[in-house]
């Protein structure tokens, strides 16, 4: 089967920067997604890594480790608006599995 | 914008009584999934499609049905729906690039 950890809540000041890490077990691996999703709304794909490294867009950067089966998601510069669930995802042989969500919030 | 709805986006029920949850696409997307969230599991899958008749069960498929008779609608009946199916419903895609992307979400409620 296929499973995935992630911390449940994160806390973090607003300009600060924020990782959230992902551990995996799955049969088979193709790559590890992040989502976002504000409370009342739906996720919204925010990065995939396919292969080992680190994946750079804006703001957010998500790295992977194949040989640790792990991974984290890195926000920088937060904002407020940044308060949300974060989800990983394993794209494996079987259709994409999520974690539980880590959610955070961004205080002043 | 994938261009997904779902319909309704809100309906309260009874139990017992059969649910239809629909959902559309205008992107002529080969797999389509159907989703529950619900506090502390995150996102579970209950089927999903690959194509027009082509259906297979996800991790929470019991006391739900799926059917996809188009490649543009797929939808998810609850043949008796029962209180423990209240939850909010996503239907997603799949895009080039392995990325989901979700529709708005229904919320239902079984009384």
């Known amino acids: 089967g296929q499973s995935l950890e992630q911390p449940s809540e994160v806390t973090a000041v607003e300009g600060a920067i924020v990782q959230i890490n992902c551990t995996y077990q799955?049969?088979?691996?193709?790559?590890l997604s992040w989502y976002q999703q504000h409370d009342g709304g739906a996720p919204t794909f925010l990065s995939y890594?396919?292969?080992?490294g680190l994946e750079e867009t804006g703001r957010f950067s998500s790295f992977l480790s194949r040989s640790d089966s792990y991974g984290y998601l890195l926000l920088q510069e937060l904002q407020m608006k940044d308060s949300a669930s974060y989800f990983c995802?394993?794209?494996?042989?079987?259709?994409?599995?999520f974690g539980k969500g880590t959610r955070l919030s961004v205080i002043a | 914008d994938a261009g997904i709805t779902q319909s309704p986006r809100h309906k309260v029920t009874e139990t017992g009584t059969p649910v239809t949850l629909r959902c559309h696409q205008t992107?002529?997307?080969?797999?389509m999934y159907w989703y529950r969230q619900d506090p502390g599991h995150g996102l579970r899958l209950i089927h999903y499609?690959?194509?027009?008749?082509?259906?297979d069960k996800g991790e929470v498929s019991d006391g739900y049905s799926v059917s996809r008779s188009k490649t543009e609608d797929f939808l998810l009946t609850l043949e008796s729906a029962t209180s423990s199916q209240t939850s909010v419903y996503f239907c997603?895609?799949?895009?080039?690039?392995?990325?989901?992307?979700f529709g708005p979400g229904t919320r239902l409620t079984v009384l």
């Open positions: 799955t049969s088979g691996f193709y790559g």
């Open positions: 890594n396919g292969l080992d």
């Open positions: 995802a394993v794209i494996g042989n079987t259709p994409l599995v």
């Open positions: 992107e002529n997307h080969r797999y």
């Open positions: 499609s690959y194509g027009v008749k082509d259906t």
């Open positions: 997603a895609i799949t895009g080039s690039y392995n990325e989901q992307f």
